[in-house]
């Protein structure tokens, strides 16, 4: 049986800081990251909104698609997150 899993896009606020990740559990990882609990990147700089993300059906689909999101420029990522929520809410509360 297979478990959704998820590449997400988190922000510091509106076109700030950027980071991509990937998990099989997004409402946990996003909990992580917004309490601080994930050591690294987005607890340094402040990096907590859910501003995007995209559902896989395997992991590995969503590993692929987050190293090909981490390599793009950030126009691009900036594009998608505005294709996807223009007014750069966090999806977060919506989620849980």
């Given amino acids: 049986m297979s478990r959704n899993s998820y590449v ?3 922000a510091g606020r509106r076109y700030g800081t950027l980071y991509v ?7 946990k990882r996003i909990w ?4 601080g609990l994930v050591a690294g990147f987005t607890k340094k700089y402040h ?4 501003v995007w993300y995209e559902i ?3 992991i590995m689909q ?4 987050g190293k090909q ?3 793009w420029k950030r126009d691009w990522k900036l594009r998608l997150i505005n294709e996807f929520n223009p007014l750069w809410c966090d999806l977060y509360p919506d989620l849980v």
């Fill in 69 to 71: 999101i981490k390599e």
């Fill in 56 to 58: 896989h059906d395997e």
């Fill in 8 to 10: 997400y896009i988190l």
């Fill in 62 to 65: 969503a590993i692929t698609r």
């Fill in 32 to 35: 992580q990251h917004r309490e």
């Fill in 47 to 50: 990096v907590k909104l859910l």
């Fill in 21 to 27: 990740g990937v998990t099989s559990d997004i409402i």
